[in-house]
């Protein structure tokens, strides 16, 4: 018995050029709160940490900076910054097979991106309507400082995209 079911979404890792600016950022602005403290992770075999991440990183480093975050419903978010990492922005390139951008929710759309921006962030396209005269639902592509793109809905994917699911 092979059967599929939903799999809910657990958390997404952003690599960032200055981790005490990003817990900042997304704190202050998101709202999303630390529960785990920046903190160094060596290269080492000698601890369960240090080996996944030799797995996942391979041998080319020697250390790196890390902080958990989390959302208001529970997702997690991962920031790393490695010190021999480029540090200018992504080039933003949504056509190459890759992660493209993640997307948050809130009413107050007009509101966040304008903290978005007050905080060095950008705003890259006008807030667009879904559905103009049938849905009340607005997006937003916006980037943190750091050039992380990320997109803001104003209600969830579900009522966004559901066939009669809003009705005045």
Same mark, same amino acid.
Not at 87 to 110: M, R
Not at 138 to 144: G, P, R
């Given at each position: 018995?092979?059967?599929? *079911? #939903?799999? $809910?979404?657990? !958390?997404?890792?952003?690599? /960032? %050029? ?10 202050? /602005?998101?709202?999303?709160? =630390?529960?785990?403290? %920046?903190?160094?992770? &060596? @290269? ?6 240090? &080996?996944?991440?030799?797995? /996942? ?10 902080? !958990?975050? $989390?959302? $208001? ?7 790393? $910054?490695? %010190? !021999?990492?480029? @540090? ?5 390139? #949504? ?9 948050? &929710?809130? %009413? ?14 950008? +705003?890259?396209? #006008?807030?667009?309507?879904?559905? #103009?005269?049938? @849905?009340?639902?607005?997006? /937003? ?6 050039? =992380? =793109?990320?997109?803001?809905?104003? !209600?969830?994917?579900?009522?966004? *995209?559901?066939?009669?699911?809003? +009705?005045?």
């Amino acid at each position: 018995m092979n059967k599929s *079911y #939903p799999r $809910s979404f657990s !958390h997404i890792g952003i690599t /960032v %050029p200055d981790l005490k600016k990003a817990v900042e950022f997304y704190e202050e /602005v998101m709202g999303w709160y =630390v529960i785990m403290a %920046p903190s160094k992770i &060596q @290269k080492e075999k000698e601890t369960a940490i240090g &080996q996944m991440c030799i797995d /996942v990183f391979g041998e080319d480093w020697e250390e790196f900076e890390i902080a !958990h975050m $989390s959302t $208001s419903d529970g997702i997690g978010i991962e920031l790393f $910054s490695f %010190p !021999h990492g480029a @540090k200018e922005k992504p080039e933003f390139n #949504p056509f190459n097979t890759g992660l493209f951008h993640f997307c948050v &929710q809130d %009413p107050d759309i007009e509101g966040l991106t304008k903290k978005i921006v007050a905080k060095g962030g950008k +705003q890259r396209m #006008p807030i667009r309507e879904y559905y #103009p005269d049938e @849905k009340p639902f607005k997006m /937003v592509y916006v980037e943190d400082p750091f050039g =992380v =793109v990320f997109e803001i809905y104003s !209600h969830s994917y579900e009522l966004t *995209y559901s066939s009669g699911a809003y +009705q005045d």
